[in-house]
């Protein structure tokens, strides 16, 4: 250790100006380098690779594609719009929910977030490493205290008497260990994507938060629209009972047709208790999403408006899947473990230290900032770490170790997105094309109903063919819902697979 005070310093004849004009060139040299490897991010999946919904030959798509052009030959109603093209502008600037256009939805989603209580947890981790990381900044710079003291003391010279005196003593103290070889500067990186981590799993509860709300208030409109095929269903099986019996009042039809039309209203009656129970279940689930007690959930559109408004592409850029809270978190993990190699290895290197002090020292107050009273001191100080039993070398292997983790899980994780992102995709083409067939059922079973009713009141055919119609069509209709949501609910899926939306503004 090499220490100079005021006596010292004379009689080497080094002033303390002088050790002023060494701190520039000892800044200099502490910001020239820091040692241990410097974190470059490597994409796992190449930027161009494409995320596809299908195979290139696929033989099913001409049948579907034929479904919804004979559906639009017949009803004369327009089908949804052709997917668009979109870009990386486009699907960062978005918000997933504009898509469908619903403002119930949209305020939920705002209400969720701005409530619920796992967002507020992120929010508080969030401010205490961003607290953290502002601490670690500190190690950059200079610690100055100032102190101050009232001592009695009796010192013993030699063969002298002891000698007894008072001293008050006032200094500004510095300490400064140099970042000769960036161990601060590295341990800044670390903290700094600690926090970049935190804020992407704040990001990931959003994401979640908004996919879980979105996901339950489009299965309130599925119960809605199973409530009204429900209703529907049971008023023309009442007309259809009363048709029966006025036709067992004239003698036309026996009273086995009455009494099977009787029993056919059973069924929707029982699915609109069904659907009660599930809708208030559902909308309690939502409340707890709300950060509120139990109450009824507003509605803003219906599920066939959601379904015809969602348009998703056959491919995406495989390269959305950076936007991933998840990839970010790992990629940040990767980032930290880095740093704290650099940070172990720069614990092998000597230590640069500079500290001292300046003030006044005198038997009394009314002396401590006369001239003749002046104390300082100016000191600097290295430190080598000679033999540590093998602990420092350890640990820099160890922090290499747990950078190699960090890469593979890194690397596992954007893997995992792709097939995340693929399996949505694909959910969300083959729940459309599901969409499609059980629409064509529906709209064909609709027509027999009619048709099997109206040969019934002409006497041509019996109470069965009304009975299979009218089964048929409902199962069909419930079905077609169904199908909906599951379209609905692969779409929020991709949209939480992507880390974000997909589509573009019109």
Known sequence: MITMDARTARAARISPAAGR???????????????????????????????????????????????????????????????????????????????????????????????????????????????????????????????????????????????????????????????????????????????????AAERAAVLSLVSDVASGYLQLLELDQEQDVAKRTLASRQATLELARQRFAQGIVSELDVRQFEAQLAVPAARLAQVERLRAQQEHALNLLLGEGPAPVMRGGTLVSASRAVTVPDSLPASLIARRPDVIQADRAVAGAVARVGIAEAARLPAVSLSGFFGGQSPSGGQLFDPGSKVYQLQAGISFPLYTG???????????????????????????????????????????????????????????????????????????????????????????????????TAAVQLYKALGGSWNQRP
Do not use: H
Not at 72 to 79: F, Q
Not at 121 to 141: C, H, K, Q, S, W
Not at 150 to 155: E, G, I, K, V
Not at 455 to 470: T, W
């Open 21 to 199: 004009r060494l701190v520039p060139w000892l800044l200099l040299a502490a910001a020239a380098c820091a040692v241990g490897p410097t974190y470059r991010p490597a994409p796992v999946v190449p930027e161009r690779t494409p995320i596809v919904a299908t195979a290139g030959a696929d033989s099913s798509r001409a049948f579907f594609d034929s479904l919804a052009r004979a559906r639009t030959a017949d009803s004369g109603r327009t089908t949804r719009p052709a997917a668009r093209a979109v870009t990386m502008q486009s699907l960062a600037d978005l918000a997933w929910l504009d898509i469908l256009n619903d403002t119930a939805l949209t305020s939920l989603v705002r209400t969720a977030v701005a409530q619920n209580r796992d967002v507020a947890l992120a929010e508080a981790r969030i401010r205490e490493y961003r607290a953290n990381a502002d601490a670690v900044t500190g190690a950059l710079f200079p610690r100055v205290t100032l102190n101050a003291s009232a001592s009695t003391n009796q010192a013993v010279f030699g063969a002298s008497p002891p000698a007894r005196y008072d001293a008050l003593r006032m200094t500004g103290d510095v300490a400064w260990e140099l970042d000769f070889w960036g161990r601060a500067r590295r341990g800044q990186e670390a903290v700094a994507a600690d926090l970049a981590s935190q804020q």
């Open 390 to 488: 093998g602990r420092l070398k350890n640990e820099e292997a160890a922090a290499q170790a747990r950078a190699d983790q960090a890469q593979a899980a890194y690397e596992k994780t954007a893997l995992a997105a792709m097939r995340e992102a693929g399996d949505a995709l694909v959910g969300v083409r083959t729940s459309r094309d599901e969409v499609a067939a059980n629409e064509t059922q529906a709209g064909a079973l609709r027509r027999a109903a009619d048709l099997a009713l109206l040969r019934y009141r002409s006497g041509i055919s019996s109470y069965l063919e009304v009975l299979d119609a009218q089964r048929s069509l409902f199962d069909a209709e419930l079905a077609l819902s169904q199908a909906r949501l599951r379209e609905l």
